[in-house]
T-cell receptor, first 111, second 116 residues
């Protein structure tokens, strides 16, 4: 399967702390994306990192990509209660026609 | 970006019945996709809805069970046929980004289906 694996499956932190989620995948990719899902509703695109990029920032989000290890991490700094959601990585695999979503990390930020 | 309206947002259905989910986009899009998310799981692509031709189904999904229509570039429907409790899931439509295509997805708000 090309589906990514994410860890941890669940993460609970205090407001103000940083949250780090990891994603591993199996095939060569064109890009890797991170999405957020609130309470089982539609997903919202957060950030995209291309295979030739190593790090990308967007506001409080920092994404890294290591293609040699086939892994990515999403860091949310200074977390807020509103960041409570599930986070999914998705890979745009070379030669594929669709995105493959990871297993997700359920983040809970305690006020 | 795209505004995607999906309905119904939720439904509770009896075993053996069918449900049609609608997805309306506020602008023309080339690629429309239907995903299933089983309870506590990740997203699995059901099919790509092609305008003017039959949908392209992923392994494990068949047209008889999940017929899809795509009459134009802004609208698609997914029908879940002859439902069983195993079909209880969230169903999501999505469209690919506009520039460049397919790089990121925009999602509808999902349809939460429970089959009794």
């Amino acid at each position: 399967s090309q589906q990514g694996e994410e860890d941890p499956q669940a993460l609970s932190i205090q407001e103000g702390e940083n949250a780090t989620m990891n994603c591993s995948y199996k095939t060569s990719i064109n890009n890797l994306q991170w999405y957020r899902q609130n309470s089982g509703r539609g997903l919202v695109h957060l950030i995209l990192i291309r295979s030739n990029e190593r790090e990308k920032h967007s506001g409080r989000l920092r994404v890294t990509l290591d293609t040699s290890k086939k892994s990515s991490s999403l860091l949310i700094t200074a977390s807020r209660a509103a960041d409570t959601a599930s986070y999914f990585c998705a890979t745009d695999a070379a030669g594929a026609n669709n995105l493959f979503f990871g297993t997700g990390t359920r983040l809970t930020v305690i006020p | 970006s795209a505004v995607i309206s999906q309905k119904p947002s939720r439904d509770i259905c009896q075993r053996g019945t069918s449900l049609t989910i609608q997805c309306q986009v506020d602008s023309q899009v080339t690629m429309m996709f239907w995903y299933r998310q089983q309870p506590g799981q990740s997203l699995t692509l059901i099919a790509t809805a092609n305008q003017g031709s039959e949908a392209t189904y992923e392994s494990g999904f068949v047209i008889d069970k999940f017929p899809i229509s795509r009459p134009n570039l802004t609208f698609s429907t997914l029908t879940v046929s002859n439902m069983s409790p195993e079909d209880s899931s969230i169903y999501l439509c999505s469209v690919s980004g506009f520039s460049p295509p397919r790089e990121k997805l925009f999602f509808g708000s999902g349809t939460q289906l429970s089959v009794l």
